[in-house]
């Protein structure tokens, strides 16, 4: 039986404060539908380049686990972040400040 998912807008509020307790600057910089929308997350570097995190369906493992979408100069994840939201209205994009490049991600309860 698949796990029962959050609303997007729960999930997004939980991921922010899990950052904030981890002292990962972040904010939300384009809101999307509460129930079921997508999340982007980008990662800034702060050195003019950036990293673009997105859910993609595994059939293999009946999951959705998070992957590298778009790596680059700063500018060029902007722009692949406007195509999508061209695409899909509803999508969520979240901005996070980490020269490390560290998300959280990859962590229990967020995958």
């Known amino acids: 039986m698949p796990e029962p998912r959050l609303a997007t807008g729960i999930w ?18 384009a809101r999307g539908d509460d129930t079921a929308g997508a999340v982007l997350v980008k990662c800034a570097h702060l050195d003019g380049t950036a990293a673009l995190h997105g859910r993609e369906w595994d059939f293999d493992s009946d999951s959705r686990p998070w992957h590298l979408l778009v790596q680059g100069p700063e500018g060029q994840v902007d722009a692949a972040i406007a195509r999508q939201r061209g695409f ?24």
Do not use: H
């Open 12 to 29: 997004v509020s939980a991921y922010l404060a899990r950052l904030g307790l981890a002292n990962i600057p972040a904010y939300v910089t």
């Open 88 to 111: 899909d209205p509803d999508l969520w994009v979240i901005e996070i400040e980490s020269r490390d490049g560290r998300t959280l991600l990859q962590e229990p309860g967020l995958t």
